[in-house]
C-alpha cells in the first residue's frame, strides 16, 4: 500500500489506526473482550471491520498512485499491476509457510508444502487490488460502479442457486467452499474454525468466491479517496462522506433480512455495512484533523508512523511471535512467558488485552524506527 499524500493526514491516521487495531485483535494473549472477537458466523462486531478497513484504505491509496497510469503505456500499466499483485500474494503465501523449517528428534527436515494455506489476508489483498485497479483504469466510473452492483448480487444469486439447497450459506456448503475444496483441497485451507467437538473444519474465509465481493471494498475505497482529493477539506466533504456511509449502511440493514452480515463469507450486506461505516469514519476524521485542527500534541502521528508501512508492520506483526518463540526460557518461549506476566498482572480478558496492546506497540516501535530514518517499504 502506497503512502498517501501528506496534504490529507486524515488518511493517513485512518489507515494507521486500522493496522493498530489489526495488530491488536489478532494477537489477544488469550480469551478476550467481545468487541474483540470476530462474530462467530451471523453477526457484526468491531473486530469484523478491520479487514475491510484494510482494503478500503488500499483503494484510498490506490487514488494517489494511480494518477501516474494516465503517463503510462498500457504494458507499463499492466506489468506494474501483474508485479504488484503476484509480490503481495507470494508474501502472503510464504508468511503461512514460515518458518519453511521443522525440528523432530533434533533432525531439521523442511516444511511440507502438502499443506500449506494457499489463500489469506495478504493473498486476498492481492487479488482485490489487481481487479479493482485494472476496473477503475480501464472502466468508466459509471461501468466501474455497475459491475460493482453486479459483483455483490451476483455473489448472492450463486450462492442461493450453487450451495447446498438446505443450507446454502453455511460453512461447509456454501458455495465458495465447494469451489476451494475443488481447486485447492482440504489440506490448504484454513483450519481455524472447529465443530461442535473440537475438531478443525476445512473452511477458508478468505477463499475464491468471495474475493468478488471483497473487490467493491477496495473500489468505494479509491472512489473515496478521490472525491476527498478532488473536494478538498471542506464541510461539503463531510457532509457527502456522511450521507454516503449512512445510505450504505441503511442498505445493509435492509439487506440483512435477506442476505445476512456475514464477515466469513463476505456476504454483500457485510460490504455494505463496512464500506457505509469506514465512509462515516473517514469523514469525522476529516472533520477532526483537517478541519477543526485536533492535533494539539500531534497524537495523529502514533498513527501515522504505523500507516507509511503499513504492509511492512502487519508482516512483523504476524511473524514477529513465531521468531520470538524460538528463544526458550526456563521452558518457556518469550510469548508464552509475555503473556504470563500480563496474566499474573490482570488474570483473565483484562491480561489478554494489555499483552496485545503491547505486542501492537512494539510493532508500532519498529515503524517509528522506520520512520525516523526515512526508510518506507513499498510493494
Known amino acids: 500500500m502506497a503512502e498517501a499524500s501528506p496534504r ?23 480469551p478476550s473482550f467481545w468487541p474483540l472477537n470476530h462474530a462467530h458466523w451471523n453477526g457484526f462486531t468491531p473486530t469484523d471491520l478491520v479487514f475491510p478497513s484494510f ?20 504494458a507499463a500499466v499492466l506489468g506494474k499491476i501483474f508485479k504488484r499483485t503476484l509480490l503481495i500474494f507470494l508474501i502472503g503465501y510464504l508468511m503461512y509457510w514460515f518458518p519453511f523449517f521443522e525440528v523432530h528428534n533434533g533432525h531439521w527436515s523442511l516444511s511440507p508444502i502438502s499443506d500449506t494455506r494457499i489463500m489469506g489476508v495478504l493473498q486476498r489483498i492481492a487479488l482485490c487490488y489487481c481487479f479493482a485497479s485494472l476496473m477503475v483504469h480501464y472502466l468508466s466510473k ?57 475438531n478443525p473444519l476445512a473452511f477458508d474465509p478468505e477463499g475464491l468466491l468471495s474475493t468478488m465481493t471483497s473487490i467493491v471494498n477496495v473500489v468505494i475505497g479509491y472512489y473515496a479517496g478521490k472525491f476527498i482529493q478532488e473536494k ?3 464541510y461539503e466533504t463531510v457532509a457527502r462522506l456522511m450521507i454516503f456511509g449512512a445510505v450504505f449502511v441503511f442498505i445493509a440493514i435492509c439487506w440483512d433480512s435477506f442476505f445476512p452480515l456475514n464477515k466469513k463469507l463476505w456476504t454483500s450486506s457485510f460490504v455494505m455495512v463496512t464500506t457505509g461505516i469506514d465512509l462515516l469514519l473517514i469523514a469525522l476524521l476529516i472533520y477532526i484533523v483537517e478541519i477543526l485542527k485536533w492535533n494539539k500534541g500531534n497524537w495523529t502521528n502514533f498513527f501515522t508512523v504505523v500507516g507509511k508501512n503499513p504492509l511492512f508492520v502487519y508482516i512483523v506483526s504476524e511473524i514477529l511471535l513465531t521468531i520470538l518463540g ?54
Open 8 to 30: 490529507f493526514l486524515s488518511l493517513d491516521v485512518f489507515r494507521g489506526m486500522t493496522i493498530c487495531f489489526m495488530i491488536i485483535v489478532n494477537n489477544p494473549g488469550g
Open 55 to 74: 482494503l478500503f484504505a488500499v483503494g484510498n491509496a490506490m487514488s494517489f498512485t494511480m494518477k501516474k497510469f494516465a503517463q503510462m503505456s498500457n
Open 142 to 198: 459509471t461501468t466501474v460502479i455497475v459491475v460493482s452492483i453486479l459483483l455483490l448480487i451476483g455473489y448472492w444469486i450463486i450462492l442461493l442457486v450453487f450451495g447446498d439447497h438446505a443450507d446454502p450459506l453455511g460453512m461447509l456448503t456454501n458455495a465458495g467452499t465447494y469451489i476451494d475444496k475443488a481447486i485447492f483441497g482440504d489440506l490448504h485451507l484454513y483450519h481455524g474454525e472447529h465443530d461442535v467437538n473440537g
Open 232 to 234: 478538498g477539506k471542506t
Open 326 to 379: 524460538w528463544i526458550v526460557i526456563a521452558g518457556k518461549g518469550v510469548p508464552d512467558l509475555w503473556k504470563s506476566l500480563f496474566q499474573d498482572v490482570a488474570p483473565g480478558k483484562w491480561g489478554s488485552l494489555f499483552f496485545a496492546i503491547s505486542f501492537m506497540l512494539v510493532c508500532w516501535l519498529v515503524g517509528y524506527i522506520l520512520d525516523r530514518r526515512k526508510i518506507y517499504i513499498r510493494v
